[in-house]
């Protein structure tokens, strides 16, 4: 069983930044690929990005390229969503979510763990 526990969330304002993190447990981080996804109040959960499993490869929707980074660490069993000029259509609660798989993918039916989410809220 592999468990994944988001933090980092919070209240900030447009234009703000925020880092999120995703702790994962297990020996087997290192062979999965990793997403971030949001879910806002009355929508459906949407991808956000995907890192595969060696790192070299990321995807991001296209509302939030070039805005957010995403990330891993190995050695810490960590995957990171670096958030940049946040906007208040980035408030959600953000999933972080494990798939037994190298490759990255934006689906969430692909997707075998996820987190417990956390809030993110920005302000006008």
């Known amino acids: 069983q592999v468990q994944l526990v988001e933090s980092g969330g919070g209240l900030v304002q447009a234009g703000d930044s925020l880092r999120l993190s995703c702790a994962a447990s297990?020996?087997?981080?290192?062979?999965?690929?990793m997403g971030w996804f949001r879910q806002a109040p009355g929508k459906e959960r949407e991808f956000v990005a995907a890192?595969?499993?060696?790192?070299?490869?990321?995807y991001y929707t296209d509302s939030v390229r070039g805005r957010f980074t995403i990330s891993r660490d190995h050695a810490k069993n960590m995957v990171y969503l670096q958030m940049n000029s946040l906007k208040p259509e980035d408030t959600a609660v953000y999933y972080c979510?494990?798939?037994?798989?190298?490759?990255?993918?934006?689906?969430?039916?692909?997707?075998?763990?996820w987190g417990q989410g956390t809030q993110v809220t920005v302000s006008s």
């Open positions: 979510a494990a798939r037994v798989g190298a490759s990255y993918t934006y689906y969430i039916s692909d997707y075998d763990y």
């Open positions: 297990g020996r087997a981080f290192r062979s999965y690929a």
């Open positions: 890192i595969s499993a060696s790192g070299g490869n990321k």
